[in-house]
C-alpha cells in the first residue's frame, strides 16, 4: 500500500512540474552585410505566435506550446526565409540564425519568399542540405552525422553497411572533403583508415551542429581536394542568454555538452563571446565484454567552440575536435572458429587526432564584403599493426607507426561590386609526416621524415542576370606542393563553370548545370613510401584528375517540396594504381588498413556516368521526407590497362529517409537503403595459407563474382517529455526491421579441430556465410536537456 502510495503522489509531482510551453530566440542578420536587421518578423508559420527584431537583430518568442514548427522570418525587401521542423521544447532550445537576402528587383512593399532548398552560386545541383533536428531523429543514425549522410542520394554503403565511408556516384572512399566552420578537418571517423576517412563511427558531436551540406559535383574554388565531394558541417554558437547544455545516451556511447555566455556583464543583453564543449565516451567494450565479444573498441571524443563579437564588423571563432581511439582484442573463453578468425585478422589500432582552428571574420563597413582568416592545425598519430599473436601483441607482420600535421593559413576575401559577387584567397599549409613502417610479406622497414609546403590559389564570380532567372558562377584555382614533382601549378589548373536558368517567371522550373576540373594531391602514405633503396618511388606521382559535367531539370512542385532528375558523367585520369596488385586504389581504401602506403604508378583512368532522380518535402502537414533514385556505372583501368568495374559498382541506388509528427510529442520516421549487386574481390587462399593472418585478396578475379543486393530498413519512435527545468526525449528503434540478410564476402579460417587447434598441413576454410547477420537489432537512447 505505500509503495502505491509512493508511486500516486510521484505521478502527481511530475504532472504538476511538467511544462508544455518554451521560448525560442535567435538574430537575424543581412546575408551580405552581416549587420543586423531591426523591425523584422518572424512567425510560426500557421499560428498567430509573432515578433519584431531589435536593434541588434535580436528576437524571443515565449509561452510557445512545444511541438514541431517552421518558422518565418521576413524584412521588406528581402526574400523570407524558412527554416523547417524546429522543435520547441521547455528547454534546451537552440538559438536560430537566419541570413535574409536582398531582393533587388522587386518592389520594397513585395516580401519575395526564398527556395528552402538552399543551393549557391556555384553548385545549383547535386546539393543535399540537413538540420540538425533531421540527423538527431535519423533511424539507425545513433546522433551520427556521418551515418546520416549515408542516405543521402547517390551515395553507396560500405561492404556489409556497417562503416561510415563517403562514396559518392561510384568514386572511391577518399574523394570527398570535409570541413567544419570553413576549417578543414582530414578525419571525422573513430578508427579512420589513414590515407581515406572512413570508420566505422563519426567524431562529430550533432549538439553542435545547425545543418550540414553535402555537394556532390560542382565545388566552391575555395575548396582543394574534392574529387567527387564537400561535406561542410556549420556549426551553431553556444546560447548567448544563459547556461545550458544536455546529456546523451545512444547504442555505443554517452556524451555530455554544455553550453552558455563567458564574460557576460549585463545579463539584459545576449552575451558577446559563446561557448559549446562536449566530451564523449563508448561503452561497447564493456558491452562486448559482457556478452563474450573478443574485439574491445575503445574511444573518447571532445569538441569545442567559442565565438566572440569585436564588434559589429569583427569577430573571433576558436573551434576544436579530438578523438582517442584503442582497438585491442581478448581471447576467447570457448573456441569459436569465427571469433578466433577474427581476433588473428583484425588490425591492432591506436590512434590519436585533433584539430584546432582560429578565424577571424572582419565584414567591411561599406557592407559590401567580407574577408575570412583561418590559422588551423591537423594532427594524426596512427600505429597500425597486425601481429602473429593479436592478443598478446607479439609477431609483428605489419606496422605503420605515422605521425601527420598540417599546419595552415587560409585566407578568403569576398567583394560584392555592380551586381557581381567576386571572391579571391590562398592558402598555404606546411605538411610534416613520419613513418617508421614495417611490412614482413614485402620484406621492407623504412622510416620517413618528410617536411614540405603545399599550396594554392583560387579566383571566383557569380550573377544573376534577366531578371535573377540566370544565375551564373565562374571559378579557377590551381595547387602545388614543394616535394611531389609530377605536377605544378599549370598541370594543376582547375577551371569551372556552373549555371541555373529559370525556365517559367515563378521559377517553378529550373534547367541547372555544371561543368569543372578538379585536382587531388597523393596522400601522404604514398608520398612518404620508400622501397628497399631507401627512395621515394612515388615522388613522381601526379595529382589525381577528375572531371565533372552534370545537367539536370528542378521542378518545385509546391513551395515546401521539389523533384530533380540529374545525369552525371565523371572522367577520372592520372589516378593512384598499386604495382603489387596492378589494380586502381579507387577500389581500396574502404576498410581497415592503411591506403596507400605503397608504390604506386598514377597512369590509372576511369569513368563513373549516371541518372538521379530525387523527390524532397520539408516538414508540411506533418510529414517529411526524401526519397532519391541512382543509376549508374562505375570502373577503373588496372595495371594491365584493361577497364573493370569497381567494387562500388552496385548499378543501383535507393535511398529514402522521412518522418511523421504525431500528436503529443510523438514522432515515427524510417529509412530504407538499397544497393543492387556489387563486384567483389574474392580471397586468393593459396597465397593466404602462407600469408596468414593476413588475407591475400585476388584483385585480377574483380568483377568475377557478385554480392547479393544489399537491403537494409530501419525505423525508429520519438517521445518528448517537457518539464519544468528540463527537457526529456526517449527513443526506440529497430534497425533491419525487415530482417534482410546482410550480404559480406566470405571470411575464412585455419581449418581447426573441435578444441580449437590448428589442422596439419594449413588450410583455409570458410567460417561464415555470404549473408551475414539478417536479425532485426532493436536499440533505444535519450537525451536530457538541461
Excluded: C
Amino acid at each position: 500500500m505505500k509503495k502505491m502510495l509512493y508511486l500516486l503522489s510521484l505521478f502527481t509531482f511530475t504532472v504538476a512540474v511538467s511544462q508544455n510551453t518554451g521560448e525560442l530566440n535567435g538574430r537575424i542578420l543581412d546575408l551580405q552585410s552581416q549587420q543586423p536587421l531591426e523591425g523584422a518578423t518572424v512567425v510560426l508559420e500557421g499560428t498567430s505566435i509573432g515578433t519584431v527584431t531589435d536593434d541588434q537583430g535580436y528576437f524571443k518568442l515565449e509561452n510557445i506550446p512545444s511541438k514541431s514548427y517552421n518558422v518565418v522570418a521576413s524584412y521588406l525587401g528581402y526574400q523570407s526565409a524558412t527554416q523547417f521542423n524546429i522543435i520547441v521544447k521547455s528547454v534546451g532550445n537552440i538559438p536560430l540564425l537566419f541570413e535574409l537576402e536582398e531582393e533587388f528587383e522587386t518592389l520594397d512593399e513585395v516580401v519575395v519568399q526564398r527556395s528552402p532548398f538552399k543551393t549557391k552560386s556555384e553548385t545549383p545541383l547535386s546539393t543535399q542540405t540537413f538540420s540538425a533536428v533531421e540527423i538527431e531523429t535519423y533511424p539507425g543514425g545513433n546522433n551520427d552525422i556521418t551515418k546520416v549522410v549515408q542516405s543521402m542520394p547517390g551515395i553507396s554503403p560500405s561492404i556489409g553497411g556497417f562503416r561510415n565511408d563517403i562514396i559518392i556516384r561510384g568514386g572511391a572512399p577518399n574523394e570527398t572533403v570535409y570541413y567544419l566552420d570553413g576549417i578543414e578537418i582530414p578525419n571525422i571517423n573513430h578508427f579512420s583508415t589513414q590515407g581515406s576517412a572512413g570508420g566505422p563511427v563519426g567524431m562529430i558531436n550533432v549538439s553542435f551542429i545547425r545543418e550540414v551540406t553535402l555537394a556532390s559535383s560542382a565545388f566552391g574554388a575555395e575548396y582543394d581536394n574534392p574529387l567527387s565531394g564537400v561535406l561542410a558541417f556549420e556549426q551553431r554558437e553556444g546560447d548567448p542568454n544563459g547556461f545550458g547544455g544536455n546529456f546523451r545516451f545512444g547504442a555505443s556511447e554517452a556524451g555530455l555538452t554544455l553550453e552558455g555566455p563567458l564574460f557576460r556583464k549585463d545579463k539584459s543583453e545576449p552575451a558577446k563571446t559563446t561557448f559549446l564543449f562536449s566530451a564523449r565516451r563508448s561503452y561497447l567494450q564493456f558491452l562486448f565484454e559482457l556478452i563474450g565479444l573478443p574485439i574491445r573498441p575503445d574511444y573518447w571524443d571532445y569538441q569545442w567552440k567559442i565565438k566572440h563579437e569585436i564588434d559589429s564588423y569583427n569577430s573571433l571563432t576558436f573551434i576544436g575536435l579530438g578523438a582517442i581511439d584503442d582497438f585491442s582484442v581478448k581471447p576467447l573463453d570457448d573456441f569459436d572458429a569465427e571469433q578466433q578468425a577474427t581476433i588473428e585478422q583484425v588490425p591492432i589500432i591506436d590512434q590519436r587526432s585533433t584539430t584546432v582552428g582560429l578565424s577571424w571574420k572582419r565584414n567591411y563597413k561599406s557592407g559590401k564584403g567580407f574577408t575570412n582568416t583561418v590559422v588551423s592545425s591537423n594532427r594524426l598519430e596512427n600505429i597500425f599493426s597486425r601481429y602473429q599473436d593479436n592478443t598478446t601483441k607479439t609477431g609483428i607482420l605489419f606496422q605503420n607507426d605515422s605521425y601527420e600535421w598540417e599546419t595552415k593559413l587560409r585566407f578568403q576575401a569576398v567583394q560584392y561590386a555592380n551586381q557581381w559577387k567576386w571572391s579571391a584567397g590562398f592558402n598555404i599549409q606546411n605538411s610534416s609526416y613520419k613513418n617508421d613502417s614495417r611490412l614482413l610479406r614485402e620484406n621492407l622497414v623504412y622510416e620517413t621524415d618528410l617536411d614540405f609546403l603545399k599550396y594554392g590559389f583560387f579566383v571566383k564570380a557569380g550573377r544573376k542576370f534577366l531578371n535573377d532567372r540566370f544565375d551564373l558562377s565562374l571559378g579557377l584555382r590551381t595547387d602545388a606542393d614543394t616535394f611531389s614533382t609530377g605536377s605544378n601549378m599549370i598541370d594543376n589548373l582547375s577551371p569551372r563553370m556552373s549555371f541555373s536558368y529559370a525556365l517559367t517567371e515563378d521559377q517553378q522550373w529550373k534547367l541547372n548545370a555544371s561543368l569543372g576540373r578538379y585536382f587531388k594531391i597523393p596522400t601522404y602514405t604514398m608520398l612518404g613510401y620508400q622501397n628497399q633503396r631507401g627512395l621515394f618511388v612515388n615522388q613522381a606521382a601526379q595529382y589525381t584528375r577528375s572531371d565533372h559535367l552534370v545537367a539536370g531539370l528542378e521542378y518545385n512542385l509546391t513551395p515546401v517540396s521539389r523533384i530533380t532528375a540529374e545525369g552525371f558523367l565523371k572522367k577520372y585520369s592520372q589516378y593512384p594504381i598499386s604495382l603489387i596488385d596492378g589494380v586502381s586504389l579507387a577500389n581500396k581504401g574502404g576498410g581497415f588498413e592503411v591506403l596507400g602506403n605503397e608504390a604506386i604508378s598514377s597512369e590509372g583512368e576511369g569513368q563513373s556516368s549516371g541518372l538521379e532522380l530525387l523527390f524532397q518535402q520539408k516538414l508540411s502537414r506533418n510529414f517529411y521526407g526524401v526519397f532519391a533514385y541512382t543509376y549508374f556505372f562505375s570502373d577503373f583501368t588496372g595495371l594491365d590497362g584493361k577497364s573493370r568495374p569497381s567494387v562500388w559498382d552496385s548499378r543501383h541506388l535507393i535511398s529514402f529517409s522521412g518522418g511523421y509528427k504525431l500528436k503529443r510529442n510523438w514522432e515515427i520516421s524510417a529509412r530504407w537503403r538499397f544497393a543492387g549487386k556489387n563486384p567483389y574481390v574474392p580471397v586468393d587462399l593459396e597465397a593466404s595459407v602462407f600469408s596468414y593472418p593476413e588475407i591475400i585478396l585476388d584483385y585480377d578475379r574483380l568483377g568475377e563474382l557478385k554480392l547479393d543486393a544489399f537491403n537494409l530498413a530501419d525505423i525508429r519512435f520519438d517521445k518528448k517529455w517537457n518539464f519544468k527545468d528540463l527537457s526529456f526525449n526517449f527513443y526506440f528503434e529497430v534497425q533491419n526491421f525487415l530482417a534482410q540478410p546482410n550480404p559480406i564476402p566470405e571470411d575464412y579460417g585455419l581449418k581447426r579441430n573441435t578444441d580449437g587447434t590448428v589442422v596439419l598441413p594449413k588450410t583455409l576454410v570458410p567460417v561464415s556465410t555470404n549473408e551475414g547477420n539478417h536479425t532485426p537489432l532493436p536499440s533505444f537512447g535519450f537525451v536530457l536537456f538541461f
